[in-house]
């Protein structure tokens, strides 16, 4: 039976990773994601989890040890944030790039100017990997989604790294009270790792990862593209599964009060639920608003995101990045999911929260409001920065 | 002469993958190469055992012969032979 | 039938030749012997550098990792491998500038966690398969494509770093230089290499001599030849750090003047008398460290 426990987002994490019967965890501790892997380890130590808890002295070695004993045919599991992701960039692409199932655990937090606070900027950066990206709204969706992100990945028709991320302190440690499912309905759910891609046999040796040529390297990162769009149908597929099997659907989006609204906000993250919130207060006010949160960045939900925007008058995409130079980096593309649509809705940016800025109500309304109340596109819409002080 | 006909995106594996020896054929490098004679061979094996390529091979009689399908030429088994059994000439 | 053979004559080559080294490269010689000694029953970890020529002909499994993270990669291969029961040769094939630069973190900190791979570091002392530029494993002196010869400045300034004694320090339980000159000890070492680590005691690290021809200047049939004089002039000694007992392998009596070694390669040709003096005195200092660390067997 499903017991019910009070767990932070760290926790929570950890509790995924057990949950999926990890079996090889290189840990390195960073601020906010570091209780996780301590978790982790006592889990270990006390016998409750199975896994090589492997001591590494950085990050880089941490995808590391997860490239090399997933090549051997394990499943892994780390966890890392902001400037610990940025040390490990490269062998982030280089997972992708050899289709390994790695699920990693993101606190997210700012990165570039020094922060220990929540922004989306550190995994944000990394979309164009191959990995794919989830964005939990509360520590639920963080246990949950870990689960669900090894079947996603260990398909056959995916065989790609996920990331799960989840607000820097808003939900690392802020403590939630969760429903933990019981380790026989998840081991039924998530059957054993079994790679048939890759394979270290003696009587069958393979050279594995080695240098793609002009000749092929544009095949071999169309079908992580591929892998991408198969995504889509998997992690609904999945989605749903786990809908029927623990109680809690999934799936690439959430919507809240769209389906009637005029007006929709564009969510990722904790922010959601602060949004959820002001969305109720202005439909008391008469007003037909609505949200749609991303749950999944990689792969960008393009065609659902059509189809629930689709006639709509207009979007506020609030987000917690910035492409500096450019505008948020969700704008930009549920902007283009939109753009071949016969009546497009007028499409705003909002950046907040960036390096750990409380989003708070009034900032979320100031949105709100303004997207309700565009009625048609101005020329050279610019970004909103709305808590910048200038 | 016919084209190679690349693999398509179906038929490639997810990652790159390969199962057989990817060999060049080094022996067109080469502008010496080296002639064995068995008079002087002392059949110790050290041409075999310091040939860079592996190209030389050991045969069923103890003596050794040279595959010139990859022998550069670079003249180590000549260098290192202690009877001075190996010739390197141009090619 | 020589004893070269007995030691080291394996039915099938481990192998295929058709790689594209240059002619003379003493690499190919080391993995060949390497992955020979160690059998069918191994996976090679390969990184940047002239050894991923190496990949392509292997006929055991191979896999790339990136520059940094070999040690690390490797690592992570022998934890899968043993998490899953199975029990495979981990050998981390990589040259000077992936080891004692760019990857000495990640061998650092496979070192002192005991992951039981074999790193085998082949030493051709520059980053020679981007164009000869100087590593921290180049020798004083010598001419590179980043530390030249011109009129203001004079080849590399620094003294190597000594890697096999960094390893050392992290107490590991096994250490060996060796060289390409020296193939019996090299694969003795090797083989040494595999027991330790097969018993899961911890990273055996060998640290091989590989000239080059190419980046050093010597013609290409030398290449053993100048491996050889490395060893006889105290320039490379040959030793292992067997369970801390530090032991020299290849005892040379009268060491040759380092000169001899200096002189047969084009990198060293600008050296004027004093600077070879000061390398002199450098391998006399080494030499007198490592004979001072030598133990006698209880």
Request: hydrophobic share 40%; proline share 5%.
């Amino acid at each position: 039976m499903a017991k019910i426990e009070v767990l932070t987002g760290t926790g929570a994490a950890a509790y995924g990773a057990k949950l999926a019967r990890v079996e090889v965890v290189p840990a390195y501790p960073i601020t906010p994601q570091s209780a996780t892997v301590e978790y982790i380890a006592s889990m270990i130590a006390d016998g409750e989890l199975d896994a090589e808890y492997v001591e590494v002295e950085s990050e880089n070695t941490a995808m590391s040890i997860c490239q090399g004993a997933s090549l051997a045919g394990c499943r892994v599991f780390t966890a890392t944030s902001s400037v610990g992701l940025a040390y490990m960039h490269s062998p982030v692409w280089h997972a992708a790039s050899l289709r390994l199932p790695i699920v990693m655990a993101i606190a997210n937090r700012a990165i570039g100017i020094a922060s220990l606070w929540c922004d989306h900027s550190d995994a944000i950066e990394l979309r164009d990997t191959g990995w794919m990206q989830f964005y939990a709204e509360n520590n639920q969706e963080i246990l949950d989604t870990i689960i669900q992100a090894y079947r996603i990945a260990e398909d056959k028709r995916v065989l790609l790294p996920a990331m799960v991320n989840f607000d820097g302190f808003y939900l690392s440690h802020l403590a939630d009270s969760l429903e933990i499912p019981d380790q026989e309905a998840v081991d039924k759910f998530l059957p054993r790792y079994k790679p048939e891609h890759v394979y270290l046999d003696p009587e069958r040796p393979i050279r594995y990862g080695g240098l793609a040529t002009p000749q092929d390297f544009t095949e071999y990162r169309y079908k992580q593209h591929e892998a991408q769009e198969n995504a889509k149908t998997v992690i609904t597929e999945v989605g749903e599964g786990y809908g029927k099997a623990f109680g809690r659907k999934y799936g690439l989006l959430d919507e809240y009060r769209s389906k009637d609204a005029e007006a929709v906000l564009v969510t990722m993250g904790s922010m959601t639920g602060t949004a959820r919130a002001v969305v109720d207060k202005l439909r008391a006010e008469g007003k037909a608003i609505g949200l749609v949160k991303l749950r999944t960045f990689r792969p960008f939900p393009a065609e659902v995101l059509r189809s629930l925007l689709a006639g709509k008058r207009s979007v506020g995409v609030v987000e917690r990045s910035i492409s500096a130079g450019s505008w948020g980096p969700a704008f930009p593309e549920v902007r283009a999911a939109l753009y071949d649509l016969p009546e497009r809705p007028v499409v705003l940016d909002f950046v907040v929260g960036l390096g750990g800025r409380d989003v708070r109500l009034e900032d979320v309304e100031n949105a709100a409001r303004k997207t309700y109340e565009a009625v048609e596109r101005r020329l050279e819409e610019k970004t909103d920065w709305i808590q910048v002080r200038l | 002469m016919s084209k190679r006909r690349l693999p398509t995106v179906k038929e490639l594996p997810p990652c790159k993958t390969t199962s057989a020896p990817e060999s060049v054929k080094t022996g067109s490098w080469r502008s010496f190469k080296p002639v064995f004679s068995r008079d002087e061979c002392a059949k110790c094996g050290m041409c075999w055992m310091y040939c860079p390529e592996g190209a030389v091979k050991m045969l069923p009689d103890g003596f050794f012969e040279v595959d010139y399908e990859y022998c550069k030429g670079c003249g180590v088994c000549a260098n290192e032979c202690p009877t001075k059994s190996i010739q390197i000439v141009r090619e | 039938m020589s004893r070269v053979f007995k030691e080291l004559y394996t039915p099938e080559e481990a192998v295929a030749p058709g790689f594209s080294t240059c002619p003379g490269c003493a690499m190919p010689i080391v993995y060949r012997h390497a992955i020979n000694a160690l059998g069918k029953n191994t996976v090679s970890i390969h990184a940047a550098g002239c050894a991923a020529a190496m990949a392509a002909v292997t006929l055991v499994s191979a896999t790339s990792s990136l520059f940094e993270n070999a040690a690390s990669f490797a690592a992570g291969v022998k934890i899968g491998l043993t998490k899953k029961g199975r029990s495979m040769n981990v050998l981390a094939f990589i040259g000077d500038g992936g080891t004692v630069d760019i990857g000495l973190q990640a061998l650092s900190g496979a070192a002192e966690r005991g992951d039981p791979i074999i790193y085998l570091c082949y030493d051709n002392e520059a980053y020679m398969n981007t164009g000869i530029q100087r590593s921290s494993s180049t020798t004083m002196g010598a001419w590179t494509s980043t530390t030249p010869v011109g009129k203001v400045k004079r080849g590399k300034r620094s003294t190597p770093k000594d890697v096999p004694m960094i390893m050392a320090a992290h107490r590991i339980p096994y250490v060996a230089t060796a060289s390409v000159a020296y193939l019996l000890d090299f694969v003795r070492k090797v083989k040494k290499a595999a027991e330790v680590t097969q018993k899961g005691e911890g990273m055996a690290y060998i640290h091989v001599h590989s000239p080059c021809p190419t980046g050093w200047g010597f013609p290409t049939e030398k290449s053993v030849e100048v491996a050889r004089l490395a060893v006889q002039t105290g320039m490379w000694p040959l030793y292992e750090v067997d369970h801390g007992v530090l032991r020299i392998t290849q005892t040379v009596k009268e060491r040759k003047p380092v000169a001899e070694y200096l002189r047969a390669q084009r990198r060293f040709r600008h050296l004027a008398e004093e600077e070879i003096k000061k390398v002199q005195s450098y391998v006399d200092g080494r030499c007198l460290e490592i004979e001072g660390r030598q133990q006698q067997p209880k």
